[in-house]
T-cell receptor, first 113, second 111 residues
Framework: EAQVTQNPRYLITVTGKKLTVTCSQNMNHEYMSWYRQDPGLGLRQIYYSMNVEVTDKGDVPEGYKVSRKEKRNFPLILESPSPNQTSLYFC????????????FGPGTRLTVL | KQEVTQIPAALSVPEGENLVLNCSFTDSAIYNLQWFRQDPGKGLTSLLLIQSSQREQTSGRLNASLDKSSGRSTLYIAASQPGDSATYLCAVYTNAGKSTFGDGTTLTVKP
């Protein structure tokens, strides 16, 4: 089944404890992106990647890191999480930038205490 | 900076009505526009993608139009059903790969 998977789906952690949220797609998509969704602020783009080893900042990249070493994986890294990073996170992918129908993962609900 | 606005924020209609959701954006230099639906606590499901060179796209009871010059898109839902109840989001994409989402319209279709 073609899909975007994220792990974990739910995570409660404490301030400063490094964490990684994984994202994987099995559709051979070139483009991948991370978003966070917050009440009243909508969906905001954190980072995106046009292809392997190519990443760019979205609108809210502060406090996050990403890497794209393989086409299928695009992990989101929080080196030192803070409570203001409590949010619902979505990973998405599309075949290429020029055919940009994005497919979304199920989301990861992160709580930072 | 691109801004995307969706009006109305919420809409309640009786089953069977035809309805229109609106999306406006401030920078017309977009690559394409995509409409999604999001059910409570769930991810986003793609409904329609309109390339910047297109005027409209149709899928079943859904029709989306795009007027790039005026910075507007509409999503038309025909013969609404209770199963259409969800939040509908529009997103615009630039050629560089950046995306901007609207805050969504929450639709309730009453039986």
């Amino acid at each position: 089944e073609a899909q975007v998977t994220q792990n974990p789906r739910y995570l409660i952690t404490v301030t400063g404890k490094k964490l990684t949220v994984t994202c994987s797609q099995n559709m051979n998509h070139e483009y991948m992106s991370w978003y966070r969704q917050d009440p009243g602020l909508g969906l905001r783009q954190i980072y995106y990647s046009m292809n392997v080893e190519v990443t760019d900042k979205g609108d809210v990249p502060e406090g996050y890191k990403v890497s794209r070493k393989e086409k299928r994986n695009f992990p989101l890294i929080l080196e030192s999480p803070s409570p203001n990073q409590t949010s619902l996170y979505f990973c998405a992918s599309s075949f290429t930038r020029s055919y940009n129908e994005q497919f979304f993962g199920p989301g990861t609900r992160l709580t930072v205490l | 900076k691109q801004e995307v606005t969706q009006i109305p924020a919420a809409l309640s209609v009786p089953e069977g009505e035809n309805l229109v959701l609106n999306c406006s954006f401030t920078d017309s230099a977009i690559y394409n526009l995509q409409w999604f639906r999001q059910d409570p606590g769930k991810g986003l499901t793609s409904l329609l993608l309109i390339q910047s060179s297109q005027r409209e796209q149709t899928s079943g009871r859904l029709n989306a139009s795009l007027d790039k010059s005026s910075g507007r898109s509409t999503l038309y839902i025909a013969a609404s059903q209770p199963g259409d109840s969800a939040t509908y989001l529009c997103a615009v994409y630039t050629n560089a790969g950046k995306s901007t989402f609207g805050d969504g319209t929450t639709l309730t279709v009453k039986p």
